[in-house]
């Protein structure tokens, strides 16, 4: 049995849309009712309270606790998508939940606690395992430096080359990459070209030669 699509509520970056039916706006949130733009009252949602993303068993048990409940989501430009910014839900769920989560709070955190000890654990150990796939690829380059690179690049949560499926394997091209990008931001004027203006792909070409003999030389 396929889970039904959660309704979509949509905060606009730029409030200038009305209501397609009662025509009040302009709109912090809306509902797109094939392609019109409704206020939550039109929509039949306006009894619904907001509920921020951030606290996840809170957002889980009013969600389970709510019989109607809509998902919020604003547009994010630079990463050309949207993103989650919390849920509406009826208002006795959201007590129901809150009064749930009040109840075990301090076993959560005991968990929590544990779960951060242990996460810490596992990345101390794959820095220290980058840190060494690092000196076994450039035996010349600096141990103190090739810890900087591994803490840099398998910063939990970063997004960087540490933390891709590839760079967890350890993968030769994930950690030789995490190299590069340390050198062309510490050892060329890489950055100094981009605030200069000067177009990323351009400034890269530009810094390449120099990027390649410190790698070069490491190797040796």
Known sequence: MSVPAPIVVIEPLRRRRHCAECRSGPLPRMVLEFHAPLCLDCADLGHLVYLPRGDAALTRRAREASGLWAVVVR???????????????????????????????????????RDAERRA???????????????????????????GIAAHASLRGSGRVGRTEAGRALDEGAVTAAVRASVRHVDTEYDTLLMRGVPRHQARTRVAPVIDAMLGSWRR
């Open 75 to 113: 547009h994010n430009r630079r990463r050309t998508r949207y993103e989650r910014q919390g849920i509406l839900v009826e208002e006795a769920a959201l007590a129901r939940a809150e009064a749930a989560c009040l109840a075990d709070a301090e076993a959560r955190a005991r968990r929590r606690a």
């Open 121 to 147: 654990a596992e990345d101390e150990r794959f820095t220290a395992a980058l840190a060494a796939e690092i000196l076994r690829l450039f035996p010349g380059c600096p141990p103190e430096r090739a810890a």
